[in-house]
């Protein structure tokens, strides 16, 4: 069973810096990728980064490429989601999850945590 915890969360102007955390248990058995995604009200959930345990190759979607950076401290199981530049578009729950391969897509995620608010105001 993994575990997987959020924080970092809040309420941030346009132009704006967050840091979102995910702590994970169980990792080394049951998951070589984690992921965050995020959704906002009335949308899909959508991939936002992912990480490789091993040797911390990220992955992003297009339009966090330079203001978001994915990385990982394998000593404390955690993951880290520094945004900058923060944009009201990108409000919405951010969520971690844990899979055994890199994908953006959400299913095949198989834990998830329990999600933390980004609100960006204009």
């Known amino acids: 069973q993994v575990q997987l915890v959020e924080s970092g969360g809040g309420l941030v102007q346009t132009g704006g810096s967050l840091r979102l955390s995910c702590v994970a248990s169980?990792?080394?058995?049951?998951?070589?990728?984690l992921g965050w995604f995020r959704q906002a009200p009335g949308k899909e959930r959508e991939f936002v980064a992912a990480?490789?345990?091993?040797?911390?190759?990220?992955y992003y979607r297009d339009s966090v490429k330079g203001r978001f950076t994915i990385s990982r401290d394998n000593a404390k199981n955690t993951v880290f989601l520094q945004m900058n530049s923060l944009k009201p578009e990108d409000t919405g729950v951010y969520y971690c999850?844990?899979?055994?391969?890199?994908?953006?897509?959400?299913?095949?995620?198989?834990?998830w945590g329990q999600g933390t608010q980004v609100t960006v105001s204009s």
């Open positions: 169980g990792r080394t058995a049951n998951g070589n990728v």
């Open positions: 990480i490789t345990w091993n040797i911390g190759r990220s």
């Open positions: 999850a844990s899979n055994r391969v890199v994908s953006t897509a959400p299913i095949g995620y198989e834990y």
